[in-house]
């Protein structure tokens, strides 16, 4: 049976901090590069100031991490349908614009949180 969202939410953002390699095996069922996590992920990102709220910079920083190097590797997967990679790449102006969680540099690990919380 599926995750509803707020319990995917949880498993991806909520614990990510510290770093648990073993948690984040258990969650590439539920993260992969797929149409079913891109949908989730926009879904998500589109509600950021409210589903994320609730999560620590360091939470939202990790889980951003790791989402970035595993899951939105779809965005260039051609056999996902274009309007459901092209609506996720929109979905970044509410992430880093409306909400502007703690991704400010996320190569180098700096994180400070530019909006409100």
Same mark, same amino acid.
């Given at each position: 049976?599926?995750?509803?969202?707020?319990? *995917?939410?949880? #498993?991806?953002?909520?614990? $990510?901090?510290?770093?648990? %390699?073993?948690?984040?095996?258990?969650?590439? !069922?539920?993260?992969?590069?797929? +149409?079913?996590?891109?949908?989730?992920?926009?879904?998500?990102? !589109?509600? $950021?100031?409210?589903?994320?709220?609730?999560?620590?910079?360091? !939470?939202?920083?990790? %889980?951003? *991490?790791?989402?970035?190097?595993? %899951?939105?590797?779809?965005?260039?997967?051609?056999?996902?349908?274009?309007?459901?990679?092209?609506?996720?790449? +929109?979905?970044?102006?509410?992430? &880093?614009? /409306? &909400? /502007?969680?703690?991704? $400010?540099?996320?190569?180098?690990?700096? $994180?400070? #949180?530019?909006?409100? #919380?």
């Amino acid at each position: 049976m599926p995750l509803d969202l707020k319990e *995917w939410v949880d #498993r991806v953002f909520g614990g $990510a901090f510290p770093y648990d %390699a073993e948690r984040s095996i258990r969650l590439d !069922e539920i993260r992969g590069s797929d +149409q079913p996590t891109l949908l989730r992920l926009t879904e998500v990102f !589109e509600n $950021a100031p409210t589903l994320l709220q609730p999560y620590s910079d360091e !939470e939202l920083n990790q %889980a951003i *991490w790791h989402l970035g190097s595993e %899951a939105l590797d779809g965005v260039g997967d051609e056999n996902i349908e274009w309007p459901v990679r092209h609506r996720l790449i +929109q979905s970044f102006e509410t992430l &880093f614009g /409306s &909400f /502007s969680p703690c991704v $400010a540099d996320l190569s180098w690990g700096i $994180a400070t #949180r530019r909006g409100p #919380r």
